[in-house]
């Protein structure tokens, strides 16, 4: 079975959240946890983070073409976990977006939903940026004609 051909890059910053669920009555220490083509990555945790933490953290991400599954590596999955010092993190809420046209357009910037079961949950910002490996299209040369000259009388 071939290698699946990797066709560029993908830089996601996740910049920070809001209005997290916040399950106890003190601050929580939430992160973020990044999730393409079956790599996952995770933020640095931000301590008494509350329901609007901030982490600014870049991941980057190779995108890969491989027919048959182009549909399920097109979708980047968010979540944001509560750490928890003696038991298992809890998960405050997920959320996915479809990368199609990032890789179209080359950039995103927005908010994306959490939720879970429960419903909405907040809310995280992402910043991405894809860089292709292939070469950038040609650039047209300006014609050396005066637009003058080329003006009826």
Not at 113 to 132: C, I, K, N, P
């Amino acid at each position: 079975m071939s290698q699946p051909k990797e066709i560029g890059t993908l830089v996601v910053v996740v910049l920070k959240a809001r209005h997290l669920h916040q399950p106890s009555f003190y601050k929580q220490d939430p992160y973020a946890q990044v999730t393409l083509c079956g790599q996952t990555k995770k933020t640095n945790v931000a301590p008494k983070g509350g329901q609007h933490p901030e982490w600014d953290d870049e991941f980057r991400f190779p995108v890969y073409a491989e027919p048959g599954k182009d549909r399920q590596n097109r979708v980047l999955e968010v979540s944001c976990y509560k750490q928890e010092v003696k038991a298992e993190d809890i998960l405050l809420g997920k959320g996915t977006v479809d990368i199609d046209e990032t890789l179209k357009t080359g950039e995103f910037d927005d908010w994306v939903q959490l939720e879970t079961s429960a419903g909405a949950r907040g809310e995280v910002y992402l910043e991405m940026t894809f860089y292709a490996n292939s070469p950038p299209p040609p650039t047209r040369r300006p014609s050396r004609l005066i637009p003058d000259r080329l003006a009826r009388p």
